[in-house]
């Protein structure tokens, strides 16, 4: 069965130091694996997605993550934090299998961004 | 710019009321949803539909069901309101397709039950 994980519930870093908010998947298909970002009292927004093109995918706001089969990861990372990039941030897979209209959720990484 | 809207942002009611939470979107996307998020829980799937009148159960149905009586429209409903469905209820849309579309979600819906 597919499912995501997502490593750390809570991440706090400097403003001007790098981000990494980590996450695993288990999938039996090749899955599309995404970033949302919920800003406090905001909608949930697309960071970034994947969908088997280049592995290295580049979001909004500075973003990017690489996909590693591997590894089966897909990591976030910032190279420089700023205090606007406070927020929750949710690991995303599809299931798959031509059954794209479902998305298995991971549960959060709330990142803190400390002046 | 895709907008999905929802009909309150903040709802308190009481114990066995009947709950109508109303969702539109303006991109004529076939697909629409409707999760619950809570602290800890993350997201979770209660009901979607892929087309006018069609529906699908998500992970955690009981106690909602949904109409979807045009195609820009879904209505989440809660039959007789309990306190554990106190949450922040979201909507989202996508298009159809064999590849995946990106969900657009509405601002949320925080409903209180006391």
């Known amino acids: 069965a597919q499912s995501v994980t997502q490593l750390d519930s809570h991440v706090s870093v400097s403003e001007g130091t790098p981000v990494l908010l980590r996450c695993n998947y288990s999938s039996s298909y090749s899955p599309s694996l995404f970033w949302y970002v919920q800003h406090p009292n905001k909608g949930l927004q697309l960071l970034l997605k994947y969908t088997s093109a280049a592995t290295l995918v580049k979001g909004i706001n500075g973003f990017e993550a690489e996909f590693k089969k591997s590894e089966t990861s897909f990591h976030l990372t910032k190279p420089s934090a700023h205090m606007s990039d406070a927020a929750e941030y949710f690991c995303v897979v599809t299931p798959g299998a031509g059954n794209n209209r479902k998305l298995i959720w991971g549960l959060g990484t709330s990142l803190a961004v400390n002046p | 710019d895709v907008k999905v809207t929802q009909s309150s942002r903040y709802l308190v009611k009481r114990t066995g009321e009947k709950v109508f939470l109303e969702c539109v979107q303006d991109m004529d996307h076939e697909n629409m949803f409707w999760y619950r998020q809570d602290p800890g829980l993350g997201l979770r799937l209660i009901y979607f539909?892929?087309?006018?009148?069609?529906?699908e159960k998500g992970d955690i149905p009981e106690g909602y069901s949904v109409s979807r009586e045009k195609k820009e429209r879904f209505s989440l409903i809660l039959e007789s309101a309990s306190t554990n469905q106190t949450s922040m209820y979201l909507c989202?849309?996508?298009?159809?397709?064999?590849?995946?579309?990106?969900?657009?979600f509405g601002p949320g819906t925080r409903l209180t039950v006391l």
């Open positions: 539909s892929y087309d006018v009148k069609m529906k």
């Open positions: 989202a849309s996508s298009f159809a397709g064999v590849t995946y579309n990106e969900q657009f």
